[in-house]
């Protein structure tokens, strides 16, 4: 076989990979939309099973912390083991677990059944994300934070539209009718088996002429490289901490602080998840346009003054701050996320697993400690103290400027 033949196969794999893929890039995004909107049922039916099982916050706390420990443990393993081992079809193996774990919560007469249902959940998002990412990057074309971002809007639309759905089908209608979103999770199926056959031919060439060896665009030391990622890691446990305080407990903070129905609080929720998704988008082309460091500092830090106001506002400025909030700080994920894969090149997988599997894992942290809080103090007083984690972005001034500067003219 000639060089040239064996050029063949490479050429044509660059071409594909040079060209950003709109069709793979919204379809992975409707797919994360539908697995983000099926774990945002968990939380939008807390006040139902709160009442139902006589639970306090610490046990939803729990409830929380134990989806988010098996959504986020083993991210990082699926996605080293991926980067060495892609495995296409995958995707549609983890919304089986989630489609279980639907059936399971629609079933449950236990609270430990209820744990059990989140925990499948769970494992379906972490089997989900690293490889969903990775689709992404494949169809980036280059351009990876618009990539990520449309990635994140599935995401964040769909855990916009769970409570949604849940006030308009589960409050009504009680836990049994949570089955009605196991059909969800077989449409999500059969478009992850689709997107599985396109991720199967973009891995397919296996010939040393088509291995390159990557080579990063920095000359970053390795030490500077991990505290980049330690600091990139406490932006992260700082943006979903907070983020725990909404998702768990808005609802209860409206009801608690406005006497608003269940209805009315879960239609509050998906405002501020709709301002989340709406915010998405900016945050990675802004990131490719002018720099991933600074739309890093300004979605974390710059939404500190809006989460100081928002215990104190009333109702008409708690939607209105919501929203603000929801738009600022949304934009920051997918900068991180490209960010840190640019810091270590070649390493999609991992990062994916790494940055996913450690928001979860915060996310789940948090809400077991502020339900804690709750219990011992008040709703309220947790909106106090979390209003403060966003001043953490401060970090952001010790991180590496690692695109270049005309970048920024």
Known sequence: MTNNSLSEPLEQTKAVAEKTVYSILFTISLSH???????????????????????????IGLVTLTYQLSASLLQPFVGMYTDKKPKPYSLSVGMSFTLMGLVCLALASSFYWILLSV?????????????????????????????????????????????????????PFGQGSVMWFSLVALLGIVILFYIGTWYKGMVKPKTKAAK??????????????????????????SKYFYLASITSYYTFFLI???HLSVQSSQIHLFIFLGAVAAG??????????????????????GVAPFTMMLP???????????????????????????????LMPGKVGTIAG??????????GL???????????TSINYVFQVCAYLPLIGILTSFLPNLEPKKKLA
């Open 119 to 171: 925990a499948l959940i769970g494992v379906g998002s972490s089997i989900f994300h690293p490889e969903s990412s990775r689709v992404a990057h494949l169809a980036s074309g280059g351009k990876r934070g618009l990539a990520q971002s449309i990635f994140q809007l599935g995401g964040n639309a769909g855990s916009a539209l769970g409570p949604l759905l849940a006030a308009l089908i589960v409050v």
């Open 33 to 59: 939309l539908l697995n983000d909107m099926l774990q945002s049922v968990i939380p939008s039916i807390y006040p139902l099973i709160k009442t139902n099982y006589h639970l306090s916050f610490s046990d």
């Open 256 to 258: 608690d602080k406005f």
């Open 354 to 363: 790494l940055f996913f599997g450690f928001a979860f894992g915060m996310g």
């Open 280 to 301: 998405t988008m900016a945050g990675g082309p802004l990131g490719d346009r002018f720099g991933r460091k600074y739309i890093i500092w300004i979605s974390i830090l």
């Open 312 to 342: 104190y506002a009333n109702l008409f400025w708690t939607t209105m701050l919501s929203v603000i909030i929801g738009v600022i700080i949304s934009s920051a994920f997918s900068a991180i996320l490209v960010y840190a894969q640019e």
């Open 212 to 237: 390159e060896p990557v080579v990063a665009h920095h000359k970053l030391s390795a030490r500077r490289i991990s505290v980049s990622l330690g600091i990139l890691i406490v932006l992260i446990f």
């Open 366 to 376: 948090g809400s077991a400690i502020l339900g804690k809080l709750a219990d011992s």
